[in-house]
């Protein structure tokens, strides 16, 4: 499985970005996708899930109302469409998958089996 994250950049504070996350994978939507970010010197945190049929979502209490994850599974993507962006949004996001993840799982880096790369949002006050 690969997963490759795009469309990060510089954005002023309230400011709109959308992230895709492409994968390449057999079934994709037997795939529970993600995203996580990371800021310089904090660990890795959960933003995102969306799982598999009938795609139900998850977010942390963060981005709730301002964020929306969503999946084209007819060209195996995954979206982070990103409002009302904040300084503290700031880090490099990336996308993670799992076939087998449970919900209580989710949250949680170590029990995704893929990663993408990872892209840099910045927010500019």
């Known amino acids: 499985v690969q997963l490759q994250a795009s469309g990060g950049g510089l954005v002023q504070v309230g400011g709109s970005l959308k992230l895709s996350c492409a994968a390449s994978?057999?079934?994709?939507?037997?795939?529970?996708m993600s995203w996580f970010r990371q800021a310089p010197g904090k660990e890795r945190e959960f933003v995102a899930a969306?799982?598999?049929?009938?795609?139900?979502?998850h977010y942390s209490n963060s981005v709730r109302g301002r964020f929306t994850i969503s999946r084209d599974n007819a060209i195996n993507t995954v979206y982070l469409q990103m409002n009302s962006l904040k300084p503290e949004d700031t880090a490099v996001y990336y996308c993670?998958?799992?076939?087998?993840?449970?919900?209580?799982?989710?949250?949680?880096?170590?029990?995704?089996?893929?990663w993408g790369q990872g892209t840099q949002v910045t927010v500019s006050s």
């Open positions: 969306i799982r598999r049929s009938p795609s139900t979502t």
């Open positions: 994978v057999r079934s994709f939507n037997q795939y529970t």
């Open positions: 993670a998958a799992d076939a087998h993840i449970i919900l209580s799982s989710i949250t949680t880096s170590e029990n995704y089996d893929y």
